[in-house]
Nanobody, 126 residues
């Protein structure tokens, strides 16, 4: 059974940093596209960043470019989201997700991800 377990969320002041981790396990076949999504109260879920683990190709939503970095450790089967210069508008529940895709071009924030974690809360105060 596929499990995605997020950690690293918390409360931080504006301008601070957090690093989210997502450990994947239980795969019968490897998912090669992983991403971070977030959902704030009263808002739709938003794709924050995705990474094609086959080549490290990444994509970000405009609002986090230059502040967030997604990375993946193949040996640990873990994906990270380094979040710097955090803003109050980054406050949300952050979810890790994974899916198998046929190529890097299919690993997008709009892709239909099949596996989801339970989420970790990030709260940024002004």
């Amino acid at each position: 059974q596929v499990q995605l377990v997020e950690s690293g969320g918390g409360s931080v002041q504006a301008g601070g940093s957090l690093r989210l981790s997502c450990a994947a396990s239980g795969y019968s076949y490897r998912r090669n596209c992983m991403g971070w999504f977030r959902q704030a109260p009263g808002k739709e879920r938003e794709g924050v960043a995705v990474i094609y683990t086959g080549g490290g190709i990444t994509s970000y939503v405009d609002s986090v470019k230059g502040r967030f970095t997604i990375s993946h450790d193949n040996a640990k089967n873990t994906v990270y989201l380094q979040m710097n210069s955090l803003k109050p508008e980054d406050t949300a529940m952050y979810y890790c997700a994974a899916v198998f895709v046929t190529g890097y071009y299919a690993c997008r924030r709009e892709t239909a991800f099949t596996d989801w974690g339970q989420g970790t809360q990030v709260t940024v105060s002004s």
